[in-house]
């Protein structure tokens, strides 16, 4: 299912999200304090091209807080509802459960995404 599963997610929407990421992760590099959470942004617009066969995994680092913080703030909310939406629109169907829990998944990451290993 990865493979096949990867080519038709980018197809039907994995793209956007990605671009939405890589946008987010732009606005977020125009300062020198935001470059850490636009770089985390390009890792997750990454991920979310391709994200089949990925998992990731919450780390229990508490460096990371002040940074989840600010990005709860300033982006995360909205990254995190585009996810849970879609998720919500293909488990509507038999066949788009897989995608709907990549989009679950996503939208978890979208809300805490310091700390968190992709594997």
Do not use: Y
Not at 11 to 37: E, H, N, R
Not at 84 to 95: A, D, M, Q, R, Y
Not at 101 to 108: D, G, V
């Amino acid at each position: 299912m990865g493979c096949l599963g990867n080519i038709i997610w980018f197809i039907f929407g994995g793209f956007l999200s990605a671009v939405a990421w890589f946008l987010v992760g732009c606005v977020w590099c125009i300062t020198i304090v935001g470059i850490p959470v636009g770089m985390q942004c390009f890792k997750i617009a990454g991920l979310t091209l391709w994200p089949f066969g990925k998992q990731v995994i919450p780390s229990d680092r508490t460096g990371s807080l002040l940074l989840n913080i600010l990005w709860l703030i300033f982006g995360g909310v909205e990254l995190a509802l585009h996810h849970l939406l879609w998720g919500l629109i293909f488990t509507i169907t038999i066949v788009g459960i897989p995608f709907g829990q990549q989009h679950f998944k996503l939208a978890k990451l979208a809300l805490l995404p310091f700390g968190a290993q992709i594997i």
